[in-house]
């Protein structure tokens, strides 16, 4: 008789299963439930389109941050990289704890805009010194400032006139162009 009523119990819990799944499933299809992906919000270092910006290095302890400083925009897109340019190559206000990974003695011999591409033509002292932090700090610091104006442009990098492949002792790939997709923020 044990049997029979194990059985019986068992056949019960199935029944009783089946309703449960079955009354959730219908109540999910009836309601038309809708899974919602989180938003995300933007990434706060990173300056709005077309506001013309400096960026500068900050030390967050377990890596490196390039952080934008907003700066008043020139009459020409030309001007205006030609002075973010010409900021970033000098030392940031010291109370904004930041610095600049751009070799000191660095200059801008050339910057022109086509369309949607940005042309630079630095000095030979971009390449002086530094390990491979350092020399991704200062890739990153030109990049986007010279892409603050237009975040999707693609920028074109040489040095004394000559498009640059590889950048310091350590080789560091410069695609050409390159956007800011080949170089994150945080480094």
Do not use: C, H
Not at 50 to 58: D, L, R, T
Not at 166 to 178: D, H, S, T
């Amino acid at each position: 008789m044990s049997t029979s009523t194990s059985r019986k119990g068992t056949w019960i819990a199935l029944i009783a299963a089946g309703l449960v799944g079955g009354t959730a499933s219908y109540f999910v299809v009836q309601n038309n439930i809708e899974v919602q992906p989180p938003t995300i919000d933007p990434d706060p270092t990173v300056v709005e389109d077309s506001q013309p910006a400096v960026y500068w290095i900050s030390d967050r302890q377990t890596s490196l941050v390039a952080v934008a400083a907003p700066i008043e925009p020139a009459a020409t897109p030309t001007e205006t990289l030609t002075t973010a340019l010409n900021t970033v190559f000098t030392l940031p206000d010291e109370q904004a704890e930041m610095y600049s990974a751009i070799p000191p003695g660095t200059e801008l011999r050339d910057v022109s805009i086509d369309g949607n591409d940005i042309y630079l033509d630095l000095s030979d002292e971009f390449e002086s010194g530094g390990g491979s932090a350092g020399m991704t700090g200062r890739v990153v610091q030109v990049l986007y400032t010279a892409t603050s104006i237009n975040p999707q442009a693609n920028l074109y990098l040489s040095i004394e006139g000559e498009p640059v492949d590889y950048l310091g002792g350590e080789g560091l790939e410069i695609p050409q162009p390159m956007t800011r997709s080949d170089f994150s923020l945080e480094f």
